[in-house]
């Protein structure tokens, strides 16, 4: 808001999220910037106004806040036009990489998974449980340093000793690095599954359910199993109309990433929860599954 402000520009404020306005503001007002989070780009790719609407104004939409679904993200390309970036960061140090709109390119999809490249103000490092630097490929905590990151959490001390070191925020995301810089993020640290002596990141799993023709939303967790420790549940949200079959999603997982990534049940809902800011609430999946349990792993 701030940048639109100072470059003098005009700032459009809705209550809410209704799809059908911010179409129809978008198209009125020849909106050229705005900022969704994915849930929102669902919503209105789903929308039967979005086909009827003008939104060649747009040149830029930004979005971030969670993990999109990359073939939603190739409709959205094909459907409203390569004018997508997207933004990596946290409440603690934001923002801290950006992948441009010349990255969302469908010859490279790839790159769909990734969170881009720091932005120059960051000095980024991917870390293993020792604090020390990974190689090329390998998966460590993405550790940032920079000009704008928090200074403490407010009477947290605790909290913040556990999160800045050295004046370096340990974000609890868990990324790999590939050999053009590229950053791409597994999960969150505190979301990975360990089932039968396998770590398995949720994130993985529904990158590819969501590749799949019937799923419009999907969400992983791990459910207590006394023979797995955790067992890989899908929670899924059907496309309209469509009806998927769960051997057939579970077989889909298992053919593009193994046995141990293939969930062992799934689950079929009309929504998943969201919390505040439109991510998918993990916290509320798993308490209906390790209610009465004293600790949320297996």
């Not at 020849?30 to 939104?55: C, E, G, Q």
């Not at 004018?83 to 390119?105: A, M, N, W």
């Not at 090329?136 to 909290?159: F, L, N, Q, S």
């Not at 556990?162 to 004046?167: D, P, S, V």
Request: a negative charge; hydrophobic letters at 40%.
């Amino acid at each position: 808001m701030l940048p639109t402000l100072m470059r003098g520009g005009t700032v459009h404020m809705l209550k809410g999220f209704d799809p059908e306005a911010v179409l129809a503001t978008i198209a009125r007002e020849r909106i050229n910037f705005t900022l969704f989070v994915p849930t929102m780009i669902y919503v209105l790719l789903d929308h039967p106004a979005l086909s009827r609407t003008d939104l060649s104004s747009l040149e830029l939409v930004l979005y971030g806040a969670s993990a999109i679904s990359p073939s939603r993200l190739i409709e959205g390309i094909e459907r409203i036009g390569p004018v997508f970036s997207q933004l990596y960061g946290q409440t603690e140090c934001y923002p801290i990489s950006v992948l441009r709109k010349k990255d969302h390119d469908p010859r490279t999809p790839e790159l769909f998974l990734s969170c881009g490249f720091p932005i120059a103000a960051c000095e980024v490092r991917i870390l293993d449980d020792n604090d020390q630097e990974v190689k090329t490929g390998e998966a460590g905590e993405i550790c940032v340093r920079a000009p704008h990151v928090m200074a403490e959490y407010w009477k947290r001390p605790d909290i913040t000793a556990e999160t800045l070191n050295n004046g370096w925020v340990h974000t609890g995301d868990i990324a790999r690095k590939d050999e053009r810089g590229y950053m791409f993020i597994l999960d969150r640290k505190k979301d990975m599954i360990v089932s039968g002596g396998f770590n398995i990141f949720p994130r993985e799993v529904e990158d590819v359910l969501s590749q799949h023709a019937d799923v419009a939303m999907v969400a992983v967790v791990g459910i207590p199993d006394e023979k797995w420790g955790e067992a890989v549940t899908a929670i899924v949200v059907p496309r309209e109309g469509a009806k998927p079959d769960p051997d057939e999603l579970i077989n889909f997982v298992k053919t593009r990433k193994g046995s141990a990534h293939a969930p062992k049940q799934i689950q079929f809902v009309k929504q998943l929860p969201m919390t505040g800011v439109g991510k998918i609430d993990k916290k509320v999946l798993r308490a209906g599954f390790w209610s009465g349990r004293d600790r949320m792993v297996g």
